[in-house]
T-cell receptor
């Protein structure tokens, strides 16, 4: 158990709809990362938050948005869903090493999104 | 920008065979290097890491050495088991949390 909790585990919805994926990081971790994993694109970095603020942005579509709340949990919002958005969405949190550097990521078990 | 290249597989081996999964990287500065493993139906978990040149990361019989001169971090195991069947991801981090970059993953299947 990584200590990172993602809900729901599975989500089935229709094109054009909007969904929200939730992530609770490990206790004490301030950074949250979102990744999309699909068969043809591999593991794609979407966005990172650190202590409530956006820290880095990757290949995140404009239809997607995220936020990190004061209690450090994060939500990824996906809107105007398309068939191609079907994928496994992972959340990860990072541990800060003694030198203040992020040493490694702890991943949740993911949310499998199916857009029909 | 930073990038990671690894052999995509799939790799199929018999139990007790020797495993090598190649990984090379492009990065500025001095990144940390990682191997993550994803077992079926699960999220990624850290397998091993190395934070500076010539460091060797090791765990569960797997090893990888940070080679700055060849910008490589190849994963090796002397004798694989069926339970090692998984997808293996090479990754790097600039160490400041700005960017973890993952390779495309290599699927390993070990047959009894």
């Amino acid at each position: 158990d990584s200590g990172v909790t993602q809900t729901p585990k599975h989500l089935i919805t229709a094109t054009g709809q909007r969904v929200t994926l939730r992530c609770s990081p490990r206790s004490g971790d301030l950074s949250v990362y979102w990744y999309q994993q699909s068969l043809d694109q591999g593991l794609q970095f979407l966005i990172q938050y650190y202590n409530g603020e956006e820290r880095a942005k990757g290949n995140i579509l404009e239809r997607f948005s995220a936020q990190q709340f004061p209690d450090l949990h994060s939500e990824l919002n996906l809107s105007s869903l398309e068939l191609g958005d079907s994928a496994l969405y992972f959340c990860a949190s990072s541990a800060i090493g003694a030198g203040g550097l992020n040493e490694k990521l702890f991943f949740g078990s993911g949310t499998q999104l199916s857009v029909l | 920008g930073n990038s990671v290249t690894q052999m995509e597989g799939p790799v199929t081996l018999s139990e007790e065979a020797f495993l090598t999964i190649n990984c090379t990287y492009t990065a500025t500065g001095y990144p940390s290097l990682f191997w993550y493993v994803q077992y079926p139906g699960e999220g990624l978990q850290l397998l091993l890491k190395a934070t500076k040149a010539d460091d060797k990361g090791s765990n569960k019989g797997f090893e990888a050495t940070y080679r700055k001169e060849t910008t490589s971090f190849h994963l090796e195991k002397g004798s694989v088991q069926v339970s090692d069947s998984a997808v293996y991801f090479c990754a790097l981090s600039d160490g400041y949390g700005q960017n973890f970059v993952f390779g495309p993953g290599t699927r390993l299947s070990v047959l009894p």
